[in-house]
């Protein structure tokens, strides 16, 4: 994805672009950036490996669970056909490799200092172009400063598009899995939130710690336990993480007319 991107690119060519270079991959043709990319993104390994972007920001506490993601990128590649990069890639709002990476994770257990109108500015831009963002609230709680921050700047981010509970039968819940039930360390929410713009949902918030359900340590156990559900719910956080990875890939693909008698049937 390109910050130098004409207002008149469609959001989702980025997305067919990042597509088309990992079907290339898979199929041992060589990579080739597309001349839309800025010249300081070449400085990028070309490759057909899904990496995941997560946010560094002012104040607060960007990284409580530093070894999240590294979980979830291993769990997709298991479960799906997508090929991950195991390590994520911290990345600010003013850092041009934003653009290179089509998935962006923000988690936090505090409250943060409010992102600047440039940043702001950066970010609708990644959002409107085809990137999607997936807000964690690490702590799995409810109305606390992390929560207070993130509804101040996603006002701010899109105004008159406030955060909206999610229908049962949108996209997320089914890119991948069918998902009845929202996971995570905590149930806080049963449902997500997400600010939809046009046919897209390029913003979701979760508030049920999705990261403290998908963390282990250096030896390979979990580090949070999660209440009231168990390992059930651990494996809803997951399914939900692979869902998201999957919708920031393909978006809507499963609206169409071949998927919808299926998933119904399958949702009885």
């Known amino acids: 994805m390109s910050p130098d991107m004409s207002p008149e690119v469609k ?32 400085a990028l390994p070309a490759s057909n490996t899904f990496a995941l972007a997560q946010l560094k920001y002012t104040g607060g506490q960007w990284d409580p669970r530093p070894r999240a993601t590294l979980a979830l990128m291993r769990e997709v590649r298991q479960r799906t056909s997508v090929e991950t990069q195991d390590e994520r890639v911290a990345v600010t709002l003013q850092d041009p490799a934003l653009f290179a990476y089509p998935f962006l994770y923000m988690t936090g257990e505090q409250g943060f200092a409010p992102f600047s109108e440039q940043a702001l500015a950066t970010l609708r831009r990644y959002l409107l172009f085809g990137g999607l963002l997936l ?69 979701l918030y979760c508030q049920n710690g999705l990261g403290a359900a998908w963390e282990r340590d250096f030896l390979g156990n979990w580090v949070s336990q999660c209440y009231p559900g168990g390992e059930a719910q651990r494996l809803e956080a997951f399914k939900l993480g692979v869902n998201a990875v999957l919708y920031a890939l393909t978006v809507n693909y499963k609206q169409d007319l071949i998927h919808i008698p299926f998933i119904r049937k399958k949702l009885g």
């Open 11 to 42: 959001p989702m060519h980025t997305r067919r672009l990042f597509l088309r270079r990992m079907l290339r991959g898979l199929a041992g043709a060589p990579l080739v950036f597309s001349p839309l990319w800025p010249a300081r993104s070449t």
């Open 135 to 203: 807000i964690d609230d690490a702590r799995g709680n409810k109305n606390r400063d992390f929560d207070a921050s993130v509804r101040r700047d996603m006002a701010r981010l899109f105004p008159g598009k406030p955060l909206k509970v999610l229908a049962p039968d949108h996209t997320i819940f089914r890119s991948f899995y069918l998902i009845r039930t929202v996971g995570g360390v905590r149930l806080v929410n049963p449902y997500l939130e997400g600010v939809q713009i046009g046919e897209r949902t390029p913003l």
